[in-house]
């Protein structure tokens, strides 16, 4: 029975339309389960009922005009349940409901099964028969599973404009991920394929047919070259029957083979890589399913053929910047922080990353820039979704496509309103952050951005509170120099001198790669990461602390930060290291002094060292984002348990509560740099706890800086002190926005449904 769920699921993944897929499905779970009927009805949202979409068994005149209201029958029954029902005799059953249209009369046995996508009732799986059966708890699963897949089948569809039934017309989609960057943005979609990757090349009509027939028999030949040539080169070192294989290559890459039957769908309407991704996906899907070994194998051949004709057609056909629309959302497997470089800001609208994270390069250099973006898109359609109109929600974590127009004017009325916001508050960010009875807050800025960037800000911050040294290391192709990290830093600390710079030692690991060191792990958040990457290449580290150290002669504000400490050792290596560059560049001829030292505060066991910490540190600065995720042991780039992460939960904020305390006792100065400190509402929070310093992206500033203006440092604590009652996050948010309404704030926070 696997074996023929899997040939289904194939089949109807491999279907060009919904209609396609949906004949594909009702047909073959039919024969599979051995009964009279399978059906699926749509559910149409504006109706709140059940359309009978496709039948193989009942009256086929009834698609798309029998309609059953949410609850009411077996199949709307289904629908609101949103669980499978079972039954022997279903007429019996106080729901049933007949519908002459579709003379299911005659049967007996009836089994349903919801179809559910990210928490949404999308239809129901239907298989009935005239005699009474008892359908088992084989069939039961099986259908199930069947519904399952066809999820994604359909909100695929959605989607991409795949429902085709008039009684759908404009039909939306949508798709909820982690929120990685906040803003919203309504644009088209411009998916960036990933070089030689089958499965994400998006579809697209040729304009010269002709052109794209020729650019297809070159690439072919230049395969075909590649493989003659390295079959040339292992002659001498492989036996004939391995070297037959490459016989086996040219057959296959010949004129009556590939190119022909890519040929002939480029004449049918898709241009060529599109074409060739289709070619080589069937044979594939074919080749897989075969009983013969021999065959099967050769399923792998044709896939890396594929792949080696596709990353040459892929060389002629580069995107260029010129060719992205205005307020164009660009959506990718992963999307590089080198390729955001390329893009024309004023042409950018959002980003929506399949693979990326919360915490990943692009992400934090998103929020630096004020761009929303949404990962953790790991059910979006990629291929079909080029020119697609998008609504994107960076607050919430959300992707509409093919946007009605209510959903259109209701974003655009908030984007309006963010825009009037904005330079409402842009007369006071010149003004001091201090409250109403006279409590000064220390505001910073993140950055691991260009000078230019950030530099406008000089006038209105207290220094930059982390800068991410491990953004330039990720522009480039190998690890910067001395003298081009020395160039950087000097540049970042010239620029805000005389107020200090806080400089992260480069931080890698978990979901932060540098492509020419990547890191492979089943774990990362609990693997190799930060300062246990770096002190495990003392060679990278003495590099960055040379640079950063000379980079600071006669300038002394140059503040240097630890990320990731679990152990004191930790600290104390690195000090040793800080000692010896000091005393290299001093033989050098480079005069400089030991700069104040922090360790971050992210990870938990840190939280009982504060003491020895604070005997070998000047400063701490907390990572709430890290704290957060590893207080509660979520991974927040993970969209299944994304909603588990909540920087608002009671735990995070009694530790953080627990944390300023125990730090001022000590004596230590301590910021916090995170999410919750860019957020108004946590801003008071945290103000109320008794840090004195918060950092923050740029364009958060603002509105952190207003509701400080407003708030008094004793309304905060008791903000703090209601806060600390509470017992669950949804509890702690409703309090905290009860109270930003009562202090007519309420504009100063995210948008809200």
């Known amino acids: 029975m696997l074996k023929v769920l899997q040939r289904i699921i194939q089949e109807v993944n491999s279907a060009r339309s919904l209609d396609a897929a949906l004949a594909t499905l009702v047909r073959r779970t039919r024969k599979a389960m051995q009964t009279d009927v399978c059906s699926f009805y749509l559910f149409d949202g504006e109706r709140d009922a059940l359309v009978l979409m496709e039948t193989i068994g009942l009256r086929t005149q009834a698609v798309g005009q029998v309609a059953l209201p949410v609850g009411e029958g077996l199949v709307g029954t289904v629908a609101r349940r949103e669980e499978p029902l079972n039954l022997e005799d279903a007429q019996a059953h106080p729901s049933f409901r007949y519908f002459e249209a579709t003379g299911e009369e005659r049967y007996s046995s009836f089994l349903g099964v919801p179809i559910i996508h990210q928490r ?10 005239a005699e009474r059966r008892r359908y088992d708890e084989s069939d039961e699963a099986f259908l199930v599973t069947m519904g399952a897949q066809l999820a994604g089948v359909l909100a695929h569809a959605l989607a991409t404009g795949g429902l085709t039934c008039p009684a759908f017309p404009g039909v939306q989609a949508t798709f909820i991920g982690v929120a990685a960057s906040p803003g919203m ?56 029957q391995e070297l037959a294989l490459f016989d086996v290559y040219q057959q296959m890459l010949g004129e009556a083979a590939l190119s022909q039957e890519v040929e002939k769908r480029i004449r049918e309407g898709q241009w060529a890589p599109g074409a060739l991704a289709d070619v080589v996906r069937r044979h594939v899907q074919y080749l897989e399913r075969v009983d013969d070994d021999y065959l099967r194998e050769r399923a792998a051949d044709v896939r890396d053929l594929g792949r080696r004709v596709l990353a040459h057609l892929q060389e002629e056909s580069p995107r260029l910047p010129e060719h992205y629309p205005q307020g164009a959302i660009l959506i990718g497997d992963e999307i590089s922080v080198a390729l955001l470089g390329e893009v024309p800001r004023d042409r950018l609208g959002g980003l929506i990353s399949v693979r990326g994270s919360s ?12 761009i929303p973006l949404v990962s953790g898109m790991i059910d979006l359609p990629l291929p079909r979704l080029d020119g697609a109109p998008l609504v994107l929600d960076g607050h919430r974590g959300r992707v509409f496509v093919r946007p009605g127009p209510e959903l ?22 010149d003004l001091p952050s201090v409250t109403p009875d006279g409590h000064a807050m220390t505001l910073m800025v993140n950055t691991g951005l260009t000078v230019d960037t950030v530099a406008s800000l000089k006038t209105r911050i207290g220094g930059v509170g982390l800068y991410r040294t491990e953004v330039p290391f990720m522009i480039t192709e190998r690890f910067p120099g001395e003298q081009e990290q020395t160039r950087l830093y000097r540049e970042q600390l010239e620029s805000f001198a005389p107020l200090p710079v806080v400089m992260r030692t480069l931080d890698i690991g978990g979901d932060k790669d540098l492509p020419y060191f990547p890191i492979e792990e089943a774990n990362p ?40 400490v679990t152990n004191v050792d930790e600290v104390d290596d690195t000090l040793k290291l800080i000692e010896r560059a000091i005393i290299e560049l001093g033989e050098e001829g480079v005069d400089v002094r030991r700069p104040r030292l922090g360790v971050m505060l992210e990870v938990p066991a840190t939280l009982y060292q504060l003491k020895a910490l604070a005997a070998r540190v000047d400063f701490f600065s907390v990572g709430s984002n890290d704290l957060t995720q590893y207080l509660l042991a979520v991974d927040r780039n993970n969209p299944r348990v994304a909603d588990l992460y909540d920087s608002c939960h009671p735990a995070v904020l009694s530790a953080l509560h627990r944390l300023a305390a125990e730090s001022s006792e000590l004596n230590v100065p301590t910021s916090v740099c995170g999410e919750l400190a860019g957020d108004p509402a946590g801003a008071l929070l945290l103000m109320g706890m008794g840090f004195r310093v918060l950092s923050m992206n740029g364009p ?19 903000l703090v002190e209601q806060t600390l009652a509470l017992d669950t996050p949804a509890e702690v948010r409703a309090h905290l926005a009860n109270r930003m309404q009562a202090w007519q704030l309420a504009h100063l926070l995210p948008p809200r449904d």
Not at 205 to 232: M, N, Q, Y
Not at 539 to 546: D, G, I, S, Y
């Open 700 to 718: 958060n500033l603002p509105r952190v800086r207003a509701a400080i203006r407003r708030i008094s440092r004793e309304a905060a604590a008791e």
């Open 525 to 564: 958040f609990l693997g190799w990461r930060g300062i246990r990457v770096t002190l495990d290449h003392p060679e990278v580290l003495m590099v960055q602390l040379r640079a950063m150290l000379r980079a600071s002669q006669g300038l002394d504000n140059l503040e240097l930060l630890l990320p990731m």
């Open 408 to 429: 259109v004017a209701h974003y655009q009325s908030q984007i309006d309103e963010e825009k009037a916001l904005a330079a409402l508050l842009e007369h006071e960010q």
């Open 359 to 370: 915490n990943s390069h692009v992400a934090i250099i998103a929020r630096a820039m004020g």
């Open 120 to 129: 949404r009732m999308l239809g129901v799986l239907v298989v009935q028969q």
């Open 185 to 240: 943005a309504i644009g088209e979609a411009v998916v960036l394929s990933p070089p030689a990757d089958l499965d994400s090349v998006p579809d697209l009509v040729p304009t010269d047919v002709e052109f794209e027939i020729a650019r297809l028999k070159d690439a072919i030949a230049r395969v075909r070259e590649e493989i003659r040539a390295a079959g040339e080169r292992l002659a001498n070192r492989i036996s004939a």
